[in-house]
């Protein structure tokens, strides 16, 4: 069984900064991967980063060269450095542990509900203009 716990959200003006963390308690095999699911009220859940199997990176469009996501060189930590925040990024975030193994790409993948898959209770975050 793995938890993710997230830390770090609060609320800033338009064009700042904020750090998000995740730590992973339990077991992270080489398949799973710690990536960053965000949702607003009335809107779809938005994979915005993540981590793939190769420790590569990927990020939603909508953050892009805005938000980087970093770790510790383990499985059970991931961080996201979130810079020039806009009202519109204003929501939930969570971290989610998800199996990345396959050949799903790694934003699609971590937006799949299933026993592989762990969320956190999420941290707000909120833009104000």
């Known amino acids: 069984q793995v938890q993710p716990v997230e830390s770090g959200g609060g609320s800033v003006q338009s064009g700042g900064s904020l750090r998000l963390s995740c730590t992973a308690s339990?077991?992270?095999?080489?398949?799973?991967?710690l990536g960053w699911v965000r949702q607003a009220p009335g809107k779809k859940r938005e994979g915005v980063a993540t981590f793939d199997e190769d420790r590569s990176t990927s990020y939603a469009d909508s953050v892009k060269g805005r938000f980087t996501i970093s770790g510790d060189g383990t499985r059970n930590t991931a961080y996201l450095q979130m810079r020039s925040l806009k009202p519109e990024d204003t929501a939930m975030y969570h971290c989610?542990?998800?199996?990345?193994?396959?050949?799903?790409?790694?934003?699609?993948?971590?937006?799949?509900?299933?026993?592989?898959?762990?969320w956190g209770q999420g941290t707000q975050v909120t833009v104000s203009s």
């Open positions: 989610v542990a998800f199996y990345c193994g396959g050949s799903m790409p790694a934003l699609q993948a971590l937006l799949v509900e299933d026993e592989y898959t762990w």
């Open positions: 339990g077991y992270m095999y080489s398949s799973y991967c």
